[in-house]
């Protein structure tokens, strides 16, 4: 049962796991194998947490990411920060390609995405520099 699992007939699966077990990590499945497979971005512990994966097919190309949280106490949001800004350089060089972008963005863009938006306004996730981070992808 666990190799059907791993391995599902007719499929193709690529992995970026973190190297601290357990945590973090992106996959696809797919019935197509693509013709190269991407793994790192370009920021070391970004890069070691396994939160990236590129997939490229003759006619696009899939991008899962997986966005760091930020903390509770926002220690991380500087980090955070940092991975966007990159990841959106990394976008604009790549702007006459056909991306499809996926994953776990780790950021409620708007009010309408929270159950109580007022009381979340400086909580990691919704502060409005994050915030800002999913306006300029979209713009992008």
């Not at 997939?55 to 926002?74: D, M, Q, V």
């Not at 350089?89 to 159950?115: P, W």
Request: net charge positive; hydrophobic share 35%; charged share 35%.
């Amino acid at each position: 049962m666990r190799a059907t699992l791993l391995k599902p007939k007719g499929f193709f699966f690529y992995f970026n796991c973190g190297k601290r077990k357990g945590m973090w990590g992106v996959g696809v499945l797919t019935k197509e194998k693509p013709h190269k497979v991407k793994s790192k971005i370009g920021i070391e512990r970004f890069d070691e947490e396994g939160r990236f994966l590129e997939l490229k097919y003759p006619h696009f190309t899939l991008i899962n990411f997986y966005a760091p949280h930020g903390g509770r106490k926002k220690e991380n949001l500087d980090y955070k920060l940092k991975v966007y800004e990159k990841f959106l350089e990394y976008l604009k060089e790549r702007k006459n390609e056909n991306l499809i972008i996926a994953g776990d963005f780790n950021i409620a863009h708007t009010e309408i995405d929270l159950a109580r938006p007022k009381e979340n306004e400086n909580n990691t996730m919704f502060t409005p520099k994050e915030r800002e981070q999913i306006d300029k992808l979209i713009k992008l």
